[in-house]
């Protein structure tokens, strides 16, 4: 069965931070896409990153990276030097090719303090 | 450029009465579309997904229905409200293709609180 864990549910950091997202996935598929999404104090899901289980290229915009590794089935998003703007819930998503369900993770808060 | 929006943002009901929330997408055409709600703790819950007109998919048996009377419009409604249908919801849209390759795009978000 498919399934996507967050086990942070709170973190906080001090401005100028960087911090790392956890996200561990469980699927049988071969193929499947893996999802980042920002929900900030206004509730409005933002879409950030997806990647294919045959990509494992790490990637990186800005101050996000996002670290995929197949073999721990792991899709961990960094934040450099963390910003008050970056506080937000992160969720971590899985979905199979083509398919409509998509596996969501629990969220993690983030805090970032001025 | 494509958007989704939904509508109302806030609505306060009393038990027992009807829901209509709407929602529309723009710039795309034949997207799937999806009824999320997420009650407080943050999970998210697919309600209701749809991929094509008149082609709904229930993923959570309940009181609320959804309904796609055209292409790119998703309606959940309820004929009467339960306390337990307090939360928030949102609609989303994704295709896939070599433009958009599955991502969920999500309006605004409706807050609706049961009294």
């Known amino acids: 069965a498919q399934k996507v864990t967050q086990a942070q549910t709170e973190i906080s950091v001090v401005e100028k931070e960087d911090v790392t997202l956890d996200c561990v996935y469980e699927?049988?598929?071969?193929?499947?896409?893996l999802f980042w999404y920002k929900q900030p104090p206004s509730g409005e899901l933002v879409f950030l990153i997806r990647?294919?289980?045959?990509?494992?290229q790490n990637e990186i915009s800005g101050r996000y990276s996002w670290n995929f590794q197949k073999s721990t089935s792991s899709f961990n998003f960094t934040i450099t030097a963390s910003q008050v703007v970056d506080s937000a819930v992160y969720f971590c998503?899985?979905?199979?090719?083509?398919?409509?369900?998509?596996?969501f993770g629990t969220g993690t808060s983030l805090t970032v303090i001025p | 450029s494509q958007t989704i929006h939904q509508w109302p943002a806030t609505l306060v009901q009393p038990v027992g009465s009807p829901l209509s929330l709407e929602c529309t997408v723009e710039?795309?055409?034949?997207?799937?579309l999806y009824w999320y709600r997420q009650a407080a703790g943050r999970g998210l819950q697919l309600l209701f997904y749809?991929?094509?007109?008149?082609?709904i998919s229930s993923e959570v048996p309940q009181n609320l229905s959804a309904s796609r009377p055209q292409d790119r419009q998703f309606i959940l409604s309820s004929k009467k409200l339960l306390l337990s249908d307090s939360g928030f919801y949102l609609c989303?849209?994704?295709?896939?293709?070599?433009?958009?390759?599955?991502?969920?795009?999500f309006g605004e978000g409706s807050r609706l609180t049961v009294l």
């Open positions: 989303a849209w994704n295709t896939w293709g070599t433009v958009n390759t599955g991502e969920l795009f």
């Open positions: 699927t049988r598929d071969t193929t499947y896409y």
């Open positions: 990647r294919n289980s045959f990509d494992e």
């Open positions: 998503a899985l979905s199979e090719a083509w398919g409509n369900q998509f596996y």
């Open positions: 710039g795309t055409s034949n997207p799937n």
């Open positions: 749809s991929v094509g007109i008149g082609q």
